[in-house]
């Protein structure tokens, strides 16, 4: 539901632009043809209900999606609507009301939008009602009508014409309508039904029922519904002599009345806006070739700068470091002789994470990047380590991510697209200071030249297991890499599998690098079906170089002590290298020491046999919780913030987790140091409230 919520309040804001637009528009163009501003706001319904972005470096929104998808979630949560002004003034309230303490299990801003989507599903209920019991009313009304002439009826408790009805619409006349007045009202009337008008209202209606919360939609469906009316009095008058327009006028005149009760109904088509409406009969001219040229530009031109949002840049993916531009300790130049084989990894999922050097065992997850969690002051401080080109006034976005207890990073993209990132630790008295700026480019998507077929399960040197084989299926290399694996049973037998895989990248034949003690294990399981498929993360390894990769680990195939050990082995090829530039590489013979781990791993785990502590979550992700251990743990001596993967060894599910949730993490004692810190062999997460 906070999905449903955050979407239709982005979607209606989006809309707003739009209506603005449109209003504006009308008020230019009265000369144009009263087609056109229907046509306009059929875009702004289109709008109001797609829940699509079309991007163009040509939108005139100023934010594609002011509320983030994951604001309930977030540490920091911020809106970004396109306007700097208005951010600094909404974010810090926003934040400060994030921050309250809760016991119920939501976060503020998550109780918020529960809260909200209850509200607006209570408004549709109403509008829902009203316009039930608005139609029954009416229909009751001209219940005792009787047939003038095919869907012609005539009432004596009705004091203006008005059409009811969608599948088999009527159109119902006042008993007392004169012979001059009814061969106008029915050519108007008849109008309407040919444009399919009485299908347009109700849809209409449904839209505002959508969103009855934005004052701004009630305010377009009323010009809408004036504007049909205008729209379909110049079809009808387009023809007629000057005699004959007097005429149409007056029976507008003579009919009008005050007729609330059939214009809340979306049902019925009553006369609305005549006195205005009298006037654009009178004055009404064939519109001149050049206002229609003009209209239909304006119409593109609203097409184009209104129904699109902006195109954003990809910022996910690779980063090299192209320059820098300031470093306090070796200065920029050494800065750009040494340290540019330093690379960030940027995911979908906004975790940011950067690979020193070769990539072998350096990896360190930064943190989350948000979205404007950034201040001025900050931002003035990078400014001022940049050429002058870089202004303030010519930033399209800025992103931070907090990293240990108060240093932070921060990334700029200016709208040349140029994109700077800048660390900034705090000084002795806590204040912000910037270390180093630079400048990084995005490298290009890492593309598969193979993928290998099924490989043989084997124990390198003694044997094979030819009824039991494995292959990628899937496979994403970009932002937030995976592979997903099928494997084949065909011995009859149960397999297991659970335990830590690991990584390789080939080079001259050999295996030069082992990632293992940086890989998430999977989730144990025990199977005899023919096929099983399972997702490994490849998270936390540098594969942005060229040539080949190997994922390996373990089988089990039969029952327990009896089971057959077997090593499963696939391989992908990386068609080029997508760093941009050489980068330098140790000693390949130099191998990293690989620490061991501890623990057994079993289908079931009891906090007491294995290592565990307490501790409140703070965000949840796809993969992984950011915990703080709770005051007396042992763990808080070790990080007081700690990134807790959510793909446990053990068969127990992870229960669903919130911000504020307090849990217990069983693991096997190992805690990555980083900053957040990582703990990527879990063994069950429990919530304290069970």
Request: proline residues 5%.
């Amino acid at each position: 539901m906070d999905a449903v919520i955050i979407k239709l309040l982005n979607m209606s804001i989006t809309a707003v632009w739009l209506i603005l637009a449109v209003i504006i528009l009308r008020a230019v163009l009265k000369k144009a043809p009263k087609y056109i501003n229907l046509i306009l706001w059929a875009l702004v319904g289109f709008r109001l209900i797609c829940p699509f972005n079309f991007e163009s470096m040509l939108s005139l929104i100023p934010s594609a999606e002011t509320i983030p998808s994951n604001i309930q979630v977030v540490s920091s949560p911020a809106i970004d609507t396109g306007i700097n002004a208005v951010n600094q003034i909404v974010n810090p309230v926003i934040s400060d009301f994030a921050e309250k303490p809760y016991t119920i299990g939501y976060s503020p801003v998550d109780m918020v939008l529960k809260i909200s989507f209850a509200v607006w599903l209570f408004g549709i209920g109403v509008m829902i009602i009203y316009s039930v019991i608005s139609y029954l009313k009416l229909h009751r009304t001209v219940r005792a009508s009787i047939r003038y002439n095919d869907n012609i009826h005539l009432c004596d408790n009705i004091k203006s014409p008005f059409i009811l009805g969608i599948a088999r619409p009527r159109i119902y006349l006042p008993s007392d309508i004169t012979a001059n007045q009814i061969n106008p009202v029915i050519a108007h009337e008849k109008a309407h039904i040919r444009r399919l008008d009485h299908i347009l209202k109700p849809l209409g209606f449904t839209v505002l029922s959508i969103h009855w919360f934005n004052p701004l939609v009630w305010v377009a469906y009323s010009l809408f519904c004036r504007d049909i009316e205008y729209a379909c009095d110049e079809k009808v008058i387009k023809e007629m002599e000057s005699e004959e327009k007097k005429t149409y006028s007056e029976a507008l005149l003579s009919l009008s009345v005050t007729k609330r009760s059939i214009a809340a109904c979306p049902l019925a088509f009553g006369e609305t806006g005549v006195k205005s409406r009298i006037k654009s009969v009178l004055s009404y001219k064939k519109p001149a070739l050049w206002i229609i040229i003009v209209s239909v530009v304006a119409l593109v031109a609203v097409v184009i700068g209104f129904m699109t949002t902006p195109a954003n840049e990809s910022i996910d993916g690779y980063h090299y470091i192209d320059k820098y531009y300031y470093d306090e300790v070796i200065g920029e130049e050494r800065a750009n002789t040494e340290m540019r084989d330093i690379r960030y990894r940027l995911g979908t999922d906004m975790i940011i994470t950067r690979f020193d050097g070769d990539g072998a065992g350096n990896a360190t997850t930064l943190g989350t990047l948000v979205k404007g969690n950034a201040n001025d002051h900050e931002i003035d401080l990078i400014l001022a380590t940049l050429p002058s080109a870089y202004s303030k006034n010519k930033i399209k976005d800025v992103y931070g991510a907090n990293f240990y207890l108060s240093d932070k990073y921060v990334f700029i993209m200016f709208r040349n697209g140029d994109f700077i990132g800048a660390y900034l630790p705090t000084d002795s008295n806590g204040n912000y200071y910037v270390m180093n700026s630079f400048r990084l480019k995005r490298e290009p998507d890492i593309t598969i030249e193979t993928v290998s077929e099924f490989s043989d399960m084997y124990i390198p040197g003694t044997t094979t297991n030819k009824d039991v084989s494995i292959g990628i299926i899937e496979m994403e290399l970009k932002s937030s890499p995976y592979v997903v694996t099928k494997v084949t049973n065909n011995t009859g037998k149960t397999i297991v599998y659970g335990t830590p895989y690991s990584v390789f990248r080939h080079e001259n034949g050999k295996k030069i690098y082992d990632f293992e003690f940086r890989l998430w294990t999977t989730p144990l399981f025990m199977s005899n079906e023919k096929t099983i498929t399972r997702k490994l993360s490849l998270e936390g390894f540098d594969i942005s170089k060229s040539g080949k990769y190997s994922v390996e680990f373990n089988f089990g195939v039969g029952e327990d002590a009896d089971a057959d050990e077997f090593t499963a082995v696939v391989e992908f090829y990386i068609e080029e290298s997508v760093t941009g530039f050489d980068v330098p590489t140790s000693d390949p013979s130099v191998q990293p020491e690989t620490p061991t781990a501890s623990g057994e791993y079993t289908t079931t785990v009891a906090p007491g046999e294995n290592p565990f502590f307490n501790a409140t979550v703070l965000e949840v992700n796809e993969r992984n919780i950011l915990v703080e251990p709770l005051e007396g743990e042992d763990e808080r001596r070790s990080a007081s913030q700690i990134y807790v993967s959510t793909d446990v060894i053990s068969t127990i599910p992870v229960p669903e987790l919130k911000k504020g949730d307090e849990v217990r993490i069983v693991y096997n004692g190992e805690i990555q140091e980083t900053y957040p810190a990582q703990i990527s062999k879990v063994f069950a997460i429990y919530s304290l409230d069970e």
